[in-house]
């Protein structure tokens, strides 16, 4: 049975249409369409429940030599109050998840993991860490001690401005001790749309509160809520990767096209034997612009000359590039810009052009 968020009642009554993710409910979109809610985000801001992701505490006198071994990046020159990009590999170097680590103070952190991989990562990490005999690392799973708001745009630092002096100055930092219309919460400079932004964690009672004061704050500028599909064709547009579509464990770090989180001159990381000699892989994340009609979603086989080349991974429409775009797993014989390929969209053939990444504006 799918689980509700502190902010569900705000949603149901304000129009959100409500659908099952990532074993929650929550809004795909509002009355506005996707299509306005992805255009607020890219010329003024919009608002995200984004309490469905989960949180860990990893903390202790091991806490640091523990990430440095579960975690592909690393972690030693990190000072207190930054954010930092992650990958969490298995033994053969395929991605369990992506996540971001949170330094807290010295000898805590918190971990920012994907919704629908919370109990797997749990699991794992506790795993892991008895397996390499951590005694002073503790973890905790907290994700329902936070709910979880997410507001992005290029009027995003205007609008919590008028609301909080404890505004992180940049990117991926934070302010653990914040405070949002009087509202105690932490106040991260991060986000998964490509704009500038905020994720603010708060107690759970205290969601809908700061939501609504956000939104007034925020009526003057135009901001508006916005749902799962926004989201989605932001950080596709964007050129993020995503967790089962870009990524998942049949697919390494250097694919995905994510080396730089990984630091294979660290003495040891789970992943980093079986990551050992494939730095430069037969097949890499690769961008589509479509050419012809049509839209080319995930699992479409990828083509040149009738001889199979890759799949895409996602595809959309993305409005403020007014263009039909994908990424793929592709060949990397075929990967570099320019080539023209044919996708395979439920049987009919669609010509596309391979394009690097991130996205430029067209």
């Given at each position: 049975m799918e689980k509700k968020t502190p902010l569900y009642p705000w949603h149901e009554s304000h129009g959100g249409r409500i659908v099952p993710f990532a074993s929650y409910l929550l809004p795909v979109q509002y009355e506005s369409g996707v299509i306005a809610e992805h255009n607020a985000v890219r010329e003024k801001a919009g608002l995200f429940d984004v309490s469905h992701m989960g949180e860990f505490a990893i903390a202790g006198k091991a806490a640091l030599e523990a990430l440095?071994?579960?975690?592909?990046?690393?972690?030693?020159?990190?000072?207190?109050?930054?954010?930092?990009?992650?990958l969490m590999c298995n033994e053969q170097g395929c991605i369990i998840d992506d996540l971001v680590v949170c330094k807290m103070d010295e000898g805590r952190y918190m971990l920012v993991v994907n919704a629908a991989n919370r109990d797997k990562d749990a699991a794992w990490i506790k795993t892991k860490l008895k397996e390499i005999k951590l005694d002073g690392a503790s973890f905790e799973d907290v994700s329902d001690k936070f709910a979880q708001i997410a507001l992005q745009g290029p009027l995003a630092p205007a609008i919590l401005s008028s609301l909080s002096n404890t505004i992180p100055e940049k990117y991926y930092t934070l302010i653990e001790r914040g405070s949002v219309a009087g509202i105690d919460c932490i106040v991260s400079r991060t986000g998964y749309t490509g704009e500038t932004g905020f994720e603010l964690y708060c107690k759970p009672d205290d969601a809908i509160a700061l939501w609504e004061k956000i939104m007034q704050a925020g009526k003057n500028s135009g901001l508006i809520p916005c749902g799962l599909g926004a989201r989605d064709t932001l950080r596709l547009e964007a050129s993020m990767p995503l967790y089962g579509h870009e990524m998942d464990e049949t697919i390494t770090p250097f694919e995905a096209g994510l080396a730089s989180a990984v630091k294979m001159n660290k003495d040891f990381f789970?992943?980093?034997?079986?990551l050992t000699g494939k730095e430069k892989p037969g097949r890499i994340r690769t961008g589509l612009k479509i050419i012809d009609r049509g839209i080319a979603r995930e699992n479409c086989p990828v083509s040149v000359n009738g001889k199979n080349v890759g799949k895409t991974t996602s595809g959309t429409f993305?409005?403020?590039?007014?263009?039909?775009?994908?990424?793929a797993l592709l060949d990397t014989s075929i990967a570099a810009p320019g080539n023209i390929v044919d996708v395979d969209v439920r049987g009919r053939i669609i010509k596309a052009e391979t394009c690097a990444l991130p996205f430029s504006l067209i």
């Open positions: 440095q071994k579960i975690l592909t990046n690393d972690f030693t020159n990190m000072a207190i109050g930054r954010v930092r990009y992650s789970i992943g980093k034997e079986g993305c409005p403020h590039l007014k263009a039909a775009m994908a990424m």
